[in-house]
């Protein structure tokens, strides 16, 4: 995947992410590589992820199997790029 390629699928991600998680910040507020959970990130809580799992699935196909593989996948957005475009 390309810099360019990727840059727009971490943008897309953040889109995602305000669109389903209704989130009152824009992309440019969200860091590449900021805690998604936790007061020194983005702030997302348990109910967050549940509601960011499905909408991963939905508009990217991405397949998460179980709380563990959740943990590593979900730290920030670059991450959950790194893991869509691994199963691409």
């Not at 799992?53 to 563990?68: C, M, N, S, T």
């Not at 979900?74 to 790029?81: G, H």
């Amino acid at each position: 995947m390309s810099a360019e390629d990727s840059a727009a699928l971490r943008e897309r991600i953040k889109t995602v992410m305000i669109d389903e998680l209704m989130l009152p910040d824009s992309p440019a507020d969200i860091g590449d590589d900021a805690p998604l959970f936790g007061p020194e990130g983005v702030g997302l809580d348990s109910v967050d992820a549940l509601q960011l799992v499905v909408a991963l699935e939905k508009h990217f196909g991405l397949k998460i199997p179980d709380a563990d593989a959740a943990k590593g996948v979900l730290r920030s957005v670059s991450t959950i790029a790194e893991a869509i475009g691994a199963a691409a």
